[in-house]
């Protein structure tokens, strides 16, 4: 089956400062990738997605490229903003049957500082 | 318009007591998913609702594990006899179709928090 393994955090960062999450997946067939994110007291939203090879998806000044030689999606942020604190949950999908069911990361909290 | 409701957002229960989640999903939202977030782990798919067809229980853990879905609307998932492997997040989701990831969007709620003691 399918799995995501993401880095560990958490991640704590100045704002202005370059993000770089870890992504890597495993998976038969051509999954599509995923970053949701999860504000405060807020449920998981979607993010990003890319859902095939060398796609890149981006979003809010986000971004991740779909590299299916490195099986990875990281995501990557050029200069933080004390709002981007959050949990990063990164996630993949079948490409087959149960193409519904989404396979997540441990996620990755990320806290911005002033 | 509103977003995935779950309720109760926590639950703190005894060992060996049953306990119901639910979750009122997005209005015109055909699919609902059910995951759980134990601590330090990834979200685990339970189980999949779409219109009238058969759900997905392919996720659930045990047999101690059951939801239902009324219609298009809200849906329970009942732990009987919980054990405190179950305590974790309970988090619910619905989308427009239920068709691939890729192209029909998951919305998801805020998440149960679950402590069994």
């Known amino acids: 089956g399918n799995s995501v393994t993401q880095m560990e955090g958490p991640v704590t960062l100045s704002e202005e400062a370059f993000l770089t999450i870890n992504c890597t997946y495993t998976?038969?067939?051509?999954?599509?990738l995923f970053w949701y994110v999860q504000y405060p007291g807020e449920g998981l939203q979607l993010l990003l997605k890319?859902?095939?090879?060398?796609d890149k998806g981006s979003n809010k000044g986000f971004e991740a490229t779909y590299r299916k030689e490195t099986t990875s999606f990281h995501l990557e942020k050029g200069s933080v903003q004390v709002s981007d604190s959050a949990v990063y949950f990164c996630?993949?999908?079948?490409?087959?049957?149960?193409?519904?069911?989404?396979?997540f990361g441990k996620g990755t909290k990320l806290s911005v500082i002033p | 318009g509103a977003g995935v409701s779950q309720s109760p957002s926590n639950k703190v229960t005894e060992k060996g007591k049953d306990v119901e989640l639910r979750c009122d999903p997005i209005s015109g939202h055909t699919a609902l998913y059910w995951y759980r977030q134990r601590l330090g782990q990834g979200l685990e798919f339970l189980i999949y609702?779409?219109?009238?067809?058969?759900?997905?229980k392919s996720g659930l853990p045990s047999d101690r594990f059951s939801a239902e879905r009324t219609g298009e609307s809200v849906s329970t998932l009942t732990i009987q006899r919980t054990q405190q492997e179950d305590s974790a997040v309970y988090l619910c989701a619905s989308s427009l179709s239920g068709g691939r990831a890729r192209t029909d969007t998951q919305y998801f709620g805020p998440g149960t928090r679950l402590t069994v003691l």
């Open positions: 609702f779409q219109g009238n067809s058969a759900p997905d």
């Open positions: 998976a038969t067939g051509y999954p599509s």
């Open positions: 890319a859902t095939k090879a060398d």
């Open positions: 996630a993949s999908s079948y490409s087959g049957a149960g193409s519904y069911q989404l396979t």
